[in-house]
């Protein structure tokens, strides 16, 4: 990030942002680009009113006092000259408190426009959803409106309409003014009518809206009843809404709510600058002098708090996630620009709002800014605290949805810390400026911390995983005999009947494999569930327990390798692919086969390319540039999401978009990299998730070599795509930029129903799981139809295995509340030279997956570091499982697993509840 880079960020940007979250709402309630464009230029201009009007009177009272001393300014200079004039006028602003620098009041209406000025240009020049969108008159919001063509040269009438509304707004503005100031006046007119004669209509149109305020604004100025014109005013704003309301019957009543509180918050500029105040004195109204200090410290706390705390608290909990792999970098710029954003938002913005007002106003700015601050901590730590998994571009894995019992408590303890911080303002000011510094120190002193951490943990990322130029490669041999444990992170054993019931076709593809429908695993969590299919029975959350002298990331480590060796030291040419949780780490850590070096061991999530609707192929080099520009502006958002109200969150939260509009700020291939979802068959955009896992399967041809060696090969591979849920375009289940299966859903209940019984597909989670279930077995179809064409899939023994599977509520498999479904993995196994396809009702857990591997080809396994033997004996009896909500790595990054809730299989059916017991905490 450079000097300049970040210069922007901490002014520009957060203007940027507003106007792109203003735009994006308003869009998406009135559902028209031109009256949302309308919306953006009347909150725009009614927001900075205050600041105008502030800066309108800086400029009376500069040209005032330039009045007042004109005729002794003029005199002196033609009476002294050189060093004498210099020092008797310098004497002279002294005896009238005024100093050249004041001269500079006269600009401030200008500096003010220029930072509003780029961030409309940067928001709305290349913006995508403007392309080709007729409003009124103009043909295309995306371009130039070239109402008619002089030879080449296209005239554009709306940029010549801003500039003669502009001069006559100017007009009005400058009666009585000296020549100077109509100068500047006019001679802007002029450069904005050069700088936006070429642009988009959508940006002229906008910053004619501005004129046109201002002329209004102007006129207002001018009339000796203002209270009437505002009651004018606010009831065309009303009745706009309510045509708004009336076009637009869908609106749900939040919408309608926040439709409501826009326009409250264009009364109160109004209100508070137009009106003049004949209520109370000031002292009767809000007791005391404004306080600076009280506003900035509060300022620089929630500065803090969005832009170090939070980001440096998500980071943290898995810092491996938000490395770019490709080209690597610290995760640490991602605070540092969320930094500055949150500087420029809170401190720079707000306290040029502080700065520019006065009185009263200035008073609650004031007492507002410790209300702020309370509400937002007990948002952040109460409230919205568990809405599931969140992705590396901050995606939740659904929706967050709140109970109305949710909204009421939120609301009360939002106004019970509101009167809490107003009380402590009026009564004891300085036990609030005691409590902000303590807030200040604390955060910072957590954010340090979160920094020191994420630091160490890209230190070990640098200096174990050096970035080489090759490339994934699967070796396979016509000769000798090939063993492949495909491990399909969350892929769902429960719905492979509905897969293949859809898809018929695959039988053929997976010739000679047997499903095993009742199969359980350990855990629902890839660190709960994985050691024991790694390693066999002696990894087990409760075996893993048992040994407490270790620490988990040893464990884990050891299962990893009990395969890979077993079969190196059976003379198989061992490859290995994406261990999960090797080192304990989000990226694995290879360096736990040093010891191996005949072993080949790669890490291929996010090494293949992707082609996108609309956007060409892009590099994963490129992708994660575009991932980039996502983390350095959703941070924030992010951070303001989770210490708003709940009233606010899912509007702020925007499906993971975050109220993202595809603009030139924001590449057109970065808005395509969150999927957000209208309805169970509607979407738009892409998992990033699963456009990092999906392409290795694509590519499975392209990266396995085939010779005639003899040699034996053992390939043990890992892949995240059922892990990564997204809306697929049906029938082929491929991933698209706009989704619309409206023709193929008409069916969901006999569409999903096998041998009597029904797959339940009402939510987002539970379709979007089963698309990428589908896509995973289509693409490996692709892949074996590959090897039998080139002679190896017969000599090849295939194991699909999953860790865990997933609580979406498809077959209402519950047990004291925990719904069973996320201990039911995917297995299903091909031996060599096997025929048909087949289902078995034997009882299995992912445990069994070593000795599956190794049977027929290594005698009597043995563990090759505990020395006990492999055997499937523990198998006999009552299973215990174990499920806890700490599931992270760094949450249980001990010698044991945290403590929760044990339960214990026996019979022979997982899917029958009566089979599950709980069996109590710890």
Not at 180 to 200: C, N, R, T, W
Not at 294 to 302: E, H
Not at 469 to 482: A, C, H, S, V
Not at 696 to 710: E, F, G, H, R
Request: glycine share 8%.
């Amino acid at each position: 990030m450079t000097f300049l880079s970040g210069l922007y960020t901490l002014i520009i940007s957060p203007l940027v942002l507003l106007f792109e979250v203003i735009f994006t709402i308003a869009d998406r309630l009135i559902g028209n680009a031109g009256l949302s464009i309308i919306v953006l230029s009347l909150a725009v201009n009614f927001l900075v009113l205050p600041l105008y009007k502030r800066a309108d009177e800086l400029q009376a009272e500069e040209r005032d006092i330039q009045a007042k001393m004109a005729y002794r300014i003029k005199r002196t200079k033609q009476t002294f000259k050189g060093d004498e004039r210099f020092f008797m006028l310098q004497e002279y602003y002294r005896i009238n408190n005024y100093k050249p620098v004041y001269a500079l009041k006269s600009s401030v209406s200008l500096l003010l426009q220029i930072p509003f000025f780029i961030a409309a240009y940067r928001l709305l020049s290349g913006m995508q959803s403007l392309q080709g969108v007729q409003f009124g008159l103009i043909r295309d919001l995306g371009k130039e409106d070239a109402a008619f063509m002089i030879g080449n040269f296209p005239v554009n009438i709306l940029p010549v309409l801003m500039t003669l509304i502009n001069i006559i707004s100017g007009i009005i503005y400058t009666k009585g003014h000296p020549l100077k100031s109509k100068i500047q006046v006019y001679g802007l007119a002029v450069v904005f009518l050069v700088l936006l004669y070429h642009s988009p209509s959508g940006l002229v149109f906008y910053w004619l809206l501005n004129n046109v305020f201002s002329l209004v604004k102007n006129i207002f100025y001018k009339l000796k009843d203002p209270k009437k014109a505002l009651g004018i005013i606010l009831a065309a704003a009303g009745a706009v809404i309510l045509v708004i309301t009336i076009i637009r019957p869908d609106l749900g009543i939040r919408q309608k709510v926040l439709l409501g509180l826009f326009c409250i918050l264009l009364a109160l500029p109004l209100v508070s600058v137009l009106i003049k105040n004949k209520a109370k004195p000031v002292s009767d109204t809000v007791p005391g002098k404004a306080d600076k200090t009280l506003f900035f410290s509060g300022a620089f706390l929630m500065a803090l708090v969005t832009g170090l705390f939070i980001p440096s608290v998500i980071i943290n909990a898995s810092t491996e996630e938000f490395i770019n792999v490709i080209d690597p970098s610290s995760p640490l710029i991602y605070i540092a620009r969320s930094l500055l954003l949150s500087l420029g938002s809170w401190v720079l913005w707000g306290g040029v709002f502080f700065a520019f007002s006065k009185g009263r106003t200035r008073q609650i700015f004031s007492m507002a800014m410790p209300v702020i601050c309370g509400i937002a901590i007990i948002d952040y730590m109460l409230f919205g605290t568990d809405l599931g998994n969140l992705s590396s571009v901050l995606q939740y894995d659904t929706q967050p949805a709140f109970s109305v019992y949710d909204h009421l408590f939120n609301l009360l303890a939002v106004a019970l810390i509101a009167l809490i911080c107003i009380f402590l303002y009026l009564k004891v000011r300085q036990a609030t400026k005691i409590l902000i510094l303590a807030g200040i120190l604390s955060i910072t002193g957590i954010g340090i911390y979160n920094v020191s951490k994420i630091n160490y943990t890209y230190s070990w990322y640098e200096n174990t995983n050096d970035v080489t130029d090759e490339m994934l490669n699967i070796p396979l041999n016509r000769n000798g005999r090939n063993v492949i444990v495909l491990f399909l992170d969350r892929a769902l054993g429960t719905q492979v009947p509905y897969i293949f019931n859809e898809k018929p076709e695959l039988l053929e593809k997976y010739e000679g494999f047997t499903y095993y429908p009742n199969t359980i695993s350990y855990g629902p969590k890839t660190n709960f569930a994985s050691p024991a299919l790694y390693g066999g029975y002696e990894y087990t959350p409760g075996r893993i327990n048992e040994r407490s002298d270790e620490s988990l990331t040893e464990k884990q480590n050891e299962a990893l390798k009990v395969m890979p060796v077993i079969f190196g030291n059976n003379g198989f040419d061992v490859t290995v692919c994406n261990p999960k949780y090797a080192g304990y780490k989000w990226i694995p850590d290879l360096s736990i086969y040093d010891d191996y070096p005949d072993f080949h061991c790669y890490n291929t999530n996010g090494q293949f390319g992707f082609t996108f609707d609309g956007a060409g192929t892009m590099s994963s080099l490129e992708i994660y540039g575009k991932i980039d520009e996502i983390r350095y502006r959703n941070f924030f958002c992010f951070s303001l999401m989770k210490i708003s109200p709940l009233l606010l969150q899912e509007t702020l939260y925007d499906g993971g978009m975050y109220n993202r509009a595809a603009s030139a700020s924001a590449s057109p291939e970065t808005s395509v990299l969150t999927q957000t979802f209208d309805g169970v068959s509607k979407s738009t955009g892409y998992n990033i998730l699963f456009i990092e896992s999906y392409p290795v399967l694509t590519s499975l041809s392209d990266v396995t070599t085939i010779s005639d060696s003899s040699e034996d090969t053992f390939l043990m591979m890992s892949n995240d795509t059922p892990h990564s849920p997204c809306i697929l375009q049906e029938p082929d289940y491929v991933p698209a930029m706009n989704v619309d299966n409206t023709a193929f859903d008409t069916d969901m209940v006999s569409r999903y129903t096998v041998d009597g019984k029904t797959m339940k597909m009402e939510s987002v989670a539970q379709v979007a799981h089963y698309h990428v279930n589908m896509a995973t077995f289509l693409k490996l179809g692709e892949w074996f139809d590959y090897l039998r064409e080139n002679g190896v899939y017969d000599n090849t023994r295939i194991i699909l295995v999953a860790d865990h599977g997933r609580d979406l509520g498809q077959f209402d498999i519950y047990c004291n509340g925990q719904n069973m479904e996320c201990f039911l993995p995917l297995l299903m196994v091909k031996d060599f030279d096997s025929t048909g396809f087949a289902v078995s009702d034997d009882f299995m857990t992912n445990g069994d997956v070593p000795l599956l591997a190794t049977a027929g080809l290594i005698d009597d396994p043995v563990n090759p570091f505990t020395g006990n033997p492999i055997t499937d004996s523990a198998k006999t009896g009552p299973q215990t499982v174990y499920y806890s909500p700490g599931s992270t790595a760094q949450d249980n990054d001990r010698n044991t697993f945290l403590p929760g809730s044990w339960f214990v299989f026996e019979g022979e059916d997982p899917h029958d509840p009566s089979n599950w017991k709980y069996v109590g905490e710890g």
